[in-house]
């Protein structure tokens, strides 16, 4: 399933890719990002990550760590793979997760990930975080 939300005219480069299984949490995912003027694809496993970036660019993928076919840790460990294979500019990856502990983030990052933010989603976390790496 892909949805998308119009951008706010300022932020059309800056595409996102938002990786979450739930159905429920894909939906206030995408109000927050529309909240704060961006636009998101959205896709249900690390499988559909790895399609859908092979078909366009995107600017930041928010991965959710747990999904089911191939979660966010095997997806960002394949994507980095690929980037250093190919000598790609890499994709800002974002871990989601409902687990916040030290040894949760650490595995994030172990994997690949460029940062981390917390289920239930903070909106001046995320916004904080989109801010930080919009322009790279």
Do not use: W
């Not at 206030?28 to 990550?49: E, F, M, P, S």
């Not at 394949?78 to 250093?84: A, P």
């Not at 500019?89 to 917390?118: L, R, W």
């Amino acid at each position: 399933m892909s949805v998308s939300i119009e951008p706010d005219s300022s932020m059309s480069s800056f595409s996102i890719l938002l990786a979450e299984d739930n159905p429920v949490n894909q939906k206030v995912a995408t109000r927050i990002l529309k909240h704060l003027g961006y636009q998101a694809d959205v896709v249900a496993n690390g499988q559909q990550v790895i399609q859908a970036i092979a078909d366009k660019s995107y600017s930041l993928i928010l991965m959710d760590v747990q999904m089911p076919e191939m979660d966010g840790l095997a997806a960002t460990r394949y994507i980095r793979q690929q980037e250093s294979i190919s000598n790609l500019k890499p994709i800002v990856i974002v871990a989601i997760t409902a687990n916040a502990t030290d040894g949760d983030q650490t595995m994030c990052f172990e994997a690949g990930m460029d940062d981390y933010i917390s289920k239930p989603i903070q909106i001046d976390r995320l916004k904080d975080i989109l801010h930080r790496y919009e322009f790279l």
